[in-house]
């Protein structure tokens, strides 16, 4: 869930590195993504291993991140 705590529009950022990978376009699930102020939005279904780093960024320093689920396995 990504929710912007600002009455201001901004974007942000998510990134998974798979296995802690260097840096690569390819690996954005949301890159300079807009969300209105005191709005949120939802990722499902996303698949994160032991070893992914899921990397975030707002462009304000006013939005907040949070995921939880399970751990893939295969």
């Given amino acids: 869930i990504v929710t912007n705590r ?3 529009s ?3 950022n998510i990134r998974i590195a798979v296995d ?3 840096i690569d376009n390819k690996q954005y699930i949301a890159k300079d993504y807009s969300i209105n102020g005191y709005d949120y939005i939802e990722f499902n279904d ?3 291993a032991a070893k992914d780093v899921i990397y975030v960024k707002s462009a304000n320093g006013m939005v907040s991140f949070n995921a939880f689920g399970l751990e893939a396995t295969s």
Wanted: proline fraction near 0%.
């Fill in 46 to 48: 996303l698949e994160v």
């Fill in 20 to 22: 802690n990978a260097a």
């Fill in 6 to 8: 600002s009455s201001e």
């Fill in 10 to 12: 901004t974007t942000f």
